[in-house]
């Protein structure tokens, strides 16, 4: 089992990265490409699924990310891809601020998660977070503005989201938002 790879980030795509360590490429789906940076040596934390078809990878850049992850793969009818997924549509914090407080109605909004499932998760993993993690700060006007902004231009909500959310601990102006969502919109 591995818990991290350090490596060169060398290949980017819409649900995975690839990170060259020692002339091995690594392969690992992530929930959000936009956070990590093609050629830059990064620390990636993995978590690895053995399955009858062959050993995929699941990277994280935080620890809580991946914890979180971890439990979202124990709650029944959620699977690896599936918990990737709903990393994809939003903030650690975020996520788990809406388990705490039983927020069905935003867990439905994610992609592949009905009102079954959003109760399921919320079911097994209220109560389940340190205080710490769910001291949630707010996203700002700002930020919210933002993501409108770029879904106006035409982008989709899905890839703003994915872009925004690496921004999500940065303090700027709509402006500034949009022009750092739109660099990063603009590599994959």
């Given amino acids: 089992m591995y818990s991290y790879i350090r490596g060169v980030i060398v290949d980017m795509a819409r649900d995975h990265i690839v990170v060259d360590n020692q002339g091995i490429g690594y392969l690992l789906y992530v929930s959000n490409p936009y956070q990590f940076t093609k ?45 990737i997924g709903i990393l994809a549509t939003g903030d650690v914090n975020a996520i788990i601020q809406a388990i705490e407080s039983k927020n069905i109605t935003y867990l439905k909004k994610i992609p592949g ?8 998760i919320v079911l097994d993993l209220q109560g389940k977070f340190n205080a710490v993690a769910t001291d949630m700060v707010l996203t700002s006007v700002e930020y919210d503005e933002a993501i409108e902004v770029l879904i106006a231009l035409g982008y989709k909500r899905q890839d703003v ?12 102006d709509t402006n500034g938002y949009v022009k750092k969502a739109l660099s990063l919109l603009v590599k994959l």
Avoid: W
């Fill in 113 to 120: 998660i009905g009102p079954k499932a959003a109760q399921q």
């Fill in 39 to 83: 050629g830059k040596e990064t620390l990636v934390y993995v978590y690895q699924q053995v399955k009858e078809d062959g050993i995929l990878l699941y990277g994280f850049l935080t620890k809580e990310e991946k914890e979180l992850f971890l439990k979202l793969i124990l709650v029944k009818g959620i699977g690896c891809k599936t918990a």
């Fill in 161 to 172: 989201e994915r872009a925004m959310n690496s921004l999500s601990h940065e303090q700027l």
